[in-house]
């Protein structure tokens, strides 16, 4: 898969040899700023279309039918891609993205009104998972940044979506408290059987958590353009 970006006369070429993601595992992508990560999510999120691809498919479980439906990608319908991110994709964002105007619970329950579901019983699930019980009233201005962290994953986990993308989710959050989220995180996702895209700088934590990791390589190829390379890092970090 490759992906080019254009921006002021600096060309930035992103190139992915090979990536997976699997149900209740924890893929991590590693990189400093500047390398990628964020186009990628972007590719995952279906908000970048790749230039070139030989495969770009999302897996899906088919329920109570079994089995499993897979999604072409490339090409996809803006209606199809609409309905896998709506549906299928949880996010994470490093700044929570919480809607200020709402409450925590009301925050978490917007992906299940948008999608048509009744999820009380799940959503009680992850707030005491994420222990958040006490502060299910608060606006995100009323809460701690740890809190409202723990909010934003609550709410990318209460439409039950198959894959979550998680960009920097502990960044904004001091080291003793990443840690307690990130565990969280990760117990709660291999929990619900969810692939957890964990996308991070932290060497500790994608070490500590990641089942498998992705790094880049980054090429210099002129003063104006830069290739970065995502392969699979065998060798851990």
């Excluded at 002021?8 to 390398?35: K, M, Q, R």
């Excluded at 972007?42 to 691809?53: G, H, K, Q, Y």
């Excluded at 897979?70 to 991110?85: E, G, N």
């Excluded at 994709?89 to 105007?101: C, N």
């Amino acid at each position: 898969m490759v992906c080019v970006r254009r921006h002021g006369g600096y060309t930035f070429e992103l190139h992915v040899e090979d990536f997976e993601a699997w149900h209740g595992e924890i893929t991590a992508v590693y990189g400093p700023s500047g390398c990628g990560k964020s186009t990628f999510l972007d590719i995952l999120s279906l908000v970048l279309t790749p230039d070139s691809a030989d495969e770009f498919s999302y897996c899906f479980s088919a329920g109570s039918c079994g089995g499993e439906t897979s999604h072409s990608m490339l090409l996809a319908s803006d209606s199809l891609s609409a309905t896998v991110r709506s549906k299928y994709l949880g996010y994470v964002l490093q700044s929570g993205g919480l809607l200020s105007f709402l409450s925590a619970k009301e925050n978490i329950q917007l992906p299940c009104s948008l999608n048509g579901l009744e999820a009380e019983q799940h959503i009680r699930y992850l707030t005491s998972s994420l222990g958040l019980q006490e502060h299910l009233g608060k606006k995100p201005q009323q809460l701690s940044g740890g809190q409202r962290q723990r909010v934003a994953i609550a709410r990318a986990l209460a439409h039950k979506p198959e894959i979550v993308l998680a960009d920097e989710p502990t960044a904004a959050v001091d080291s003793l408290i990443a840690s307690d989220i990130a565990a969280e995180f990760s117990s709660v996702a291999k929990e619900l059987q969810t692939a957890l895209v964990l996308v991070s700088h932290d060497t500790e934590l994608v070490r500590t958590l990641a089942n498998r990791i992705y790094t880049f390589t980054l090429e210099q190829i002129s003063s104006s353009h830069t290739v970065s390379t995502l392969r699979l890092s065998p060798q851990g970090l």
